[in-house]
């Protein structure tokens, strides 16, 4: 990691502290992006138009008053 960022373990340390810390936030870092990287909004609205439509009210055909003979 240190030879990617172009600096030597020691600068690594004194910015990040431990190994756990910086794996911590390295982890950390690849969850933000990917959870950026997953589009709930498709999902999300189908979702909501089955609710939508399963919450109206079923119309019956109408029915014409019977009239006696």
Do not use: C
Not at 40 to 54: C, Q
Not at 57 to 62: E, F, G, I, L, Q
């Amino acid at each position: 990691m240190a030879e990617t960022a172009a600096a030597n373990k020691r600068s690594i340390y004194v910015h990040f502290g431990t190994k756990e810390e910086l794996f911590d936030i390295v982890v950390a870092d690849s969850m933000v992006k990917l959870a950026q990287s997953i589009s709930f909004e498709d999902e999300y609205r189908k979702r909501i138009s089955a609710i939508e439509s399963a919450q109206q009210p079923t119309r019956s055909a109408p029915t014409s008053p019977r009239r006696n003979s």
